[in-house]
């Protein structure tokens, strides 16, 4: 198993030190993890930066990474908030440091933090989808300092009193529109389990995204958990395997330094 999406203390929304979740891991029998702490630059309305403090991240990890050695492989990876006028910061970020693996997501549209701040928008459910969608295009097109785009469909957590499964027809233009960039310049797709944790019936993406990728010829999957505690670590990863399988992937992805090695799904 291996775990592509895993928040430590380091982000803001999580209490778990690394070594909690190491252990965790461990004791699941993880083959690798991959922490994915949190840097959205300019998060709020008040512009704040949420992120860790780069160099205190990196001997974190370190230091975990040595200790359980024989046990495990632990990776660093990041995962950035991306807003189009960020493009340029977020590179630089990137290329200062060495990460292994870089999840691009989208988590504040037009400076609104969805969650924070745009949860209570007066926007109806269709036009919040369709400025979602709309931001996605927009960041693919200036930036490509990632590996995967993450959570693709995580809006559907926050529009109440919508139908996601049967009424999502009508977006699946747009969302045709971002896979195929992704193909185009070589990025993946990462299948998120954490949304049964937020009463979705489906992973990010739902099937009829994940097999319109696989229509289009998309091939690169990393697995995560989003986990935020130690207990959600591997999170339902069978079942993802499962789905892949279903869908028709043979493989998934995992990373390092960058570079991607294709891992069968048994
Ligand atoms: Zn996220
Ligand atoms: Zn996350």
Redesign the pocket.
Known sequence: MYDF???SDF?IDSKAPMESIVKSAIDKNLRTICF?D?VDFEATKEKLDLMFRPLDYFRDINRVKYKYKEQIEILSGV?IGMQPHLSNRYYDFINAYGFDFV?M?IHSIEGMDIFYDFASSELGPEDTLNLYYDEILKNLSVFDEFDVL??IDFIDRYISDFDVNRKYNQFMEKIEAILKMLIDKGKGLEV?T?ALRYGLENFHPKPQILQLYKDLGGEIITI?S?A?IATHVGYEYKAAERMLREVGFKYIYVFRERRKFPIQIL
Do not use: K, R, V
């Open positions: 999406h895993i928040h982000s994915t949190h995962e999840i997501s993450g959570h998120n954490g995560g989003d935020h």
